[in-house]
Every structure is written in structure tokens, then in C-alpha cells.
T-cell receptor
Framework: RKEVEQDPGPFNVPEGATVAFNCTYSNSASQSFFWYRQDCRKEPKLLMSVYSSGNEDGRFTAQLNRASQYISLLIRDSKLSDSATYLCVVERGGSYIPTFGRGTSLIVHP | NAGVTQTPKFQVLKTGQSMTLQCAQDMNHEYMSWYRQDPGMGLRLIHYSVGAGITDQGEVPNGYNVSRSTTEDFPLRLLSAAPSQTSVYFC?????????????FGAGTRLSVL
């Protein structure tokens, strides 16, 4: 089993839709969780960290479920500009080394 | 604000050639790392450094060397290029905040080995 798994998609949604992605991780010692966004042929950029109690940043909501070992990203009122690949990142406690998922592709169409 | 600067942006090599990918950051970050990204494989860690003079291997270190003589610079050397090293290479620097390492990436180097 891969350490971090994501559905590669693509998720094809109309503007204004709500879409959610999940990411599962296998190492129960994982302590830090993130979502990064990567546009086509560009570098990844931090979208948001994921906190134990869940957190929201505008139209984006991230949740952590430690019991089932997954994190989620919810995007409300999708915009064309949200089209990108969303990377799940997990970091073990006490370790610098982050592990990246392969990413989930989102395409928002008019 | 430059952030993380990678050079070159594109490179074509012949099998067996050597070259160095440059990476520099101006944010005084302790941590720096090199990743390669291949289609369907995601980002894989090649080497990383937790400070000047300290480097360690990541998931896919074979065929690559690194050094960290200063906080700012973290070059990646391909010793004898092979077609399997055709990839997009990203350098990143990071800092720790609330026990979380926030990564900042360079724009990438697209390498083709013929």
C-alpha cells in the first residue's frame, strides 16, 4: 500500500459546483498534513495546512480524520481558476521528510 | 522577492554527460530539498538538507549528488546522465512553523536525456 493515496481523477465539474477530494495515508505516526495546488507545468504551492479540528479558508475546507487515516478537501462554488492538480502531503512526526500523493486533477468547466 | 530560483529552466543532455542544476533561496530557510516529478508518479524526494554542511538521501538518490556549503545554495549534480533521469526537477526550501514544514518551490528544471 502506498504511503499517501489519492484518486487521480480527473474530476470534471461545472462552475458553481461543490467538489470534494479525499486522501488516505498509511502511517499512523503522521503528524502534519497539507494540501498543495499545482497548475499545469508550474511548481506546487501551498493551498492550506490541515488542522485536527478542521479549518476553512474562504471557499476551501480541509478536514482530518485520524481514526480512518484520511484528509479531505472541499471546494465550494467552484471557479474556472480552481482547475489544477491538488496534491496531498503528509509528514511523519519528528521527521522533516514530507510524502506527496500523486495528485487529483480538477477541471472546472463553464 | 526572488524566493527559490532554479537554473536552467530547460536542459537537453546526451547519455553519459554530467551537469549541475542550480538552486538558490533568499528566505534564510534551514531546509532545502530536491524532487523529481514524473507523469503518474508524483513528487519523489531525491536528496535533502537540514542545514549548511548536512545532507541526506531521499527516496530516489541514485545517480545524483548534492552539497550544501551555504544556507542559500543547494546544487544537484547528475554524475552520468541516463534516459531514466528525464524528468522535471523541483528544488524547495522550507521552514518550520507550529511543527509544520511549509515548502516553497522553484519554477522547475525540465531535463531531457537522449
Amino acid at each position: 500500500r502506498k504511503e499517501v493515496e489519492q484518486d487521480p481523477g480527473p474530476f470534471n465539474v461545472p462552475e458553481g459546483a461543490t467538489v470534494a477530494f479525499n486522501c488516505t495515508y498509511s502511517n499512523s505516526a503522521s503528524q502534519s498534513f497539507f494540501w498543495y495546488r499545482q497548475d499545469c507545468r508550474k511548481e506546487p504551492k501551498l493551498l492550506m495546512s490541515v488542522y485536527s479540528s478542521g479549518n476553512e479558508d474562504g471557499r476551501f475546507t480541509a478536514q482530518l480524520n485520524r481514526a480512518s487515516q484520511y484528509i479531505s478537501l472541499l471546494i465550494r462554488d467552484s471557479k474556472l481558476s480552481d482547475s489544477a492538480t491538488y496534491l496531498c502531503v503528509v509528514e511523519r512526526g519528528g521527521s522533516y521528510i514530507p510524502t506527496f500523493g500523486r495528485g487529483t486533477s480538477l477541471i472546472v468547466h463553464p | 522577492n526572488a524566493g527559490v530560483t532554479q537554473t536552467p529552466k530547460f536542459q537537453v543532455l546526451k547519455t553519459g554527460q554530467s551537469m549541475t542544476l542550480q538552486c538558490a533561496q533568499d528566505m534564510n530557510h534551514e531546509y532545502m530539498s530536491w524532487y523529481r516529478q514524473d507523469p503518474g508518479m508524483g513528487l519523489r524526494l531525491i536528496h535533502y538538507s537540514v542545514g549548511a554542511g548536512i545532507t541526506d538521501q531521499g527516496e530516489v538518490p541514485n545517480g545524483y549528488n548534492v552539497s550544501r556549503s551555504t544556507t542559500e545554495d543547494f546544487p544537484l549534480r547528475l554524475l552520468s546522465a541516463a534516459p531514466s533521469q528525464t524528468s522535471v526537477y523541483f528544488c524547495a526550501s522550507s521552514y518550520s512553523r507550529d511543527n509544520k514544514n511549509i515548502q516553497y518551490f522553484g519554477a522547475g528544471t525540465r531535463l531531457s536525456v537522449l
